[in-house]
């Protein structure tokens, strides 16, 4: 069975400063998908990033990035130039590949405080 | 731009009742599912539904839940005798076919049981 794990329940930045958040996960599977999704208060969780277990170079989307270990199995996301608007709850998730389903296993969820 | 909508936001309802909450998914997708996440917990899967059948659910998913998709718009999930233990946020989400891994997310349905 696969697990995810953020350890950081939450965290605080600074407005246009940089902030880590930590996400590792446990799979016997050798292909697979990770994610970071994003949940603004009282709104839909989105996508922010994904990164295929089978590629070396880490993903990037604008502001966002990862760091993608996999044989330490971690998968942390960097927001750089932290926003106002970044203030959410942030989830890690891990979804295996091939999948009949799209079944998503996440982590707790890590609450980021971007501060004026 | 589309999004997945849920009704209704909050519902109240008494231990031994039945719930309906309702979605309705992004127009052209195929593929849906249920999460939940009990207050400080993770976001748990419970049901994935595709070509009107249940493609995969978990343990959580017993004999008191059911989902259905009534028409071509609806997606139900149905808990027949609340417990407590099911007071929760229960997420919705779509996906289309192209994009394999993106799932689209509803805001919610906040449960609680008393």
């Known amino acids: 069975a696969q697990t995810v794990t953020q350890s950081q329940p939450e965290m605080s930045v600074q407005e246009a400063e940089t902030v880590t958040l930590s996400c590792t996960y446990d799979?016997?599977?050798?292909?697979?998908?990770l994610f970071w999704y994003k949940q603004p208060p009282s709104r839909q969780m989105i996508l922010v990033i994904r990164q295929e277990a089978y590629k070396q170079q880490n993903a990037t989307e604008n502001r966002f990035s990862v760091n993608f270990q996999k044989a330490a199995k971690s998968f942390s996301l960097k927001i750089s130039d932290s926003q106002l608007g970044d203030t959410a709850m942030y989830f890690c998730a891990f979804m295996k590949q091939p999948s009949n389903t799209g079944k998503l296993i996440f982590g707790q969820g890590t609450t980021l405080q971007v501060k004026p | 731009e589309p999004e997945v909508t849920q009704t209704p936001s909050h519902q109240v309802t008494q231990m031994g009742q039945e719930v309906i909450l309702r979605c309705v998914p992004i127009s052209n997708h195929l593929y849906f599912y249920w999460y939940r996440q009990i207050l400080g917990q993770k976001v748990e899967f419970l049901v994935s539904?595709?070509?009107?059948?249940?493609?995969?659910k978990s343990e959580i998913f017993d004999d008191q839940f059911s989902v259905e998709r009534p028409d071509g718009s609806n997606f139900t999930l149905k808990i027949r005798s609340t417990k407590l233990e099911d007071s929760a946020m229960y997420f919705c989400a779509s996906k289309g076919q192209g994009r394999v891994y993106e799932q689209y997310f509803g805001p919610g349905t906040r449960l609680t049981v008393t």
């Open positions: 799979t016997s599977e050798s292909n697979y998908y």
């Open positions: 539904f595709y070509n009107n059948e249940i493609s995969e």
